[in-house]
Nanobody, 117 residues
């Protein structure tokens, strides 16, 4: 099993910045993809950004140019730097880790990000 613990959420004004952190522990061998998803009230969970163990990244169109995902394989950690935050970024953000080669998928407990306008 893999455990994911997020930190760094909170309340911020529009235009501000936040950084989310996620540390993984447990049986982390073979985790190739890590990233962040979010779920706003009444909406489906959606991909925000992901990064592979070789550094390839993927972003939702709505966050490109504002958010940056990064990863430290040695520390088993992933971060999401969020700049120029908008009210529509308000959501619960979930850390995600996958072994895409066998279909394993793990989630953190989620951290609330609220952007006030």
């Amino acid at each position: 099993q893999v455990q994911l613990v997020e930190s760094g959420g909170g309340l911020v004004q529009a235009g501000g910045s936040l950084i989310l952190s996620c540390a993984q522990s447990g049986s982390v061998f073979g985790i190739d993809s890590m990233g962040w998803y979010r779920q706003a009230p009444g909406k489906q969970r959606e991909l925000v950004a992901s990064i592979t163990d070789t550094g390839s990244t993927n972003y939702a169109e709505s966050v490109k140019g504002r958010f940056t995902v990064s990863r430290d394989n040695a520390k088993n950690s992933v971060w999401l730097q969020m700049n120029s935050l908008k009210s529509e970024d308000t959501a619960v953000y979930y850390c995600n880790a996958q072994r895409t080669w066998v279909g394993d998928n793990y989630w953190g407990q989620g951290t609330q990000v609220t952007v006030s306008s």
